[in-house]
């Protein structure tokens, strides 16, 4: 969907439904994008300071699996809350806020936390299997969410612990920032088809 620039996505307004027809998007997308590849292929990098794609798609598995907790605690009536969860109005900004700069149209760039940082060596071709079966989980998941549960429910920020948002706003979070990095991988790809070309000419 982010390819098309007639198509403007307010991340901000998803509802629920809308983030699981996003999530199913995000599937086909990457499938039809990457599924083909090979472990060359998915591993190149344009450079050494850049992410090659698998390395996209294994930071998203990661910072997935860290945001379903954080959704899972937020969503548990028996976890303990902070002072910060109860601040009347601070999820809210604070979610409004992640959303926006997350999305792929977003050009600032950030360093990925510690533990959502992805392999350094070789990584396998099933990270497109991987990464489809997450997220049809997730979208099982949101399938069975009540979204005014989740719009009331505040869950931490697994990054940055101080951060609070509702669960709502974390899954919007969860697709603005799979796009992001599903369009920097598009971008890799490119830059991939074009090397691959250049060296083709110059023989």
């Known amino acids: 969907m982010p390819r098309n620039d007639a198509v403007v996505v307010d991340y901000t307004r998803l509802s629920l439904a809308d983030v699981e027809a996003q999530l199913e998007e995000i599937v086909r997308d990457v499938r039809s994008a990457f599924g083909n590849m090979d472990g060359r292929q998915l591993n190149w990098k344009p450079d050494e300071a ?7 798609l294994d930071h998203l598995l990661s910072a997935n699996r860290l945001m379903l907790r954080s959704i899972d605690d937020g969503l548990n009536p028996a976890a303990p809350r902070t002072m910060w969860q109860r ?6 900004l604070f979610g409004q806020a992640l959303i926006r700069s997350q999305g792929p149209t977003v050009t600032r760039k950030y360093k990925a936390p510690s533990d959502a940082q992805p392999a350094l ?4 071709t099933d990270v497109v299997q991987r990464f489809a079966e997450q997220h049809q989980q997730m979208a099982t998941l949101v399938e ?12 931490r920020s697994p990054f940055v612990r101080f951060i609070m948002y509702s669960v709502l706003d974390g899954w919007r979070i969860i697709v603005a920032h799979d796009w992001r990095h599903i ?13 691959a070309q250049a060296q083709r000419q110059a023989r």
Not at 50 to 56: E, Y
Not at 144 to 155: F, G, K, Q, T, V
Not at 183 to 195: K, T, W
């Open 50 to 56: 850049g992410w090659s794609i698998a390395q996209c």
């Open 87 to 92: 601040l009347p109005g601070l999820p809210a």
């Open 121 to 124: 060596s070789d990584i396998g």
């Open 144 to 155: 069975s969410l009540d979204e005014r549960r989740a719009a009331r429910a505040i869950m």
């Open 183 to 195: 369009e920097q991988a598009r971008r890799v790809a490119a830059e991939l088809a074009g090397s």
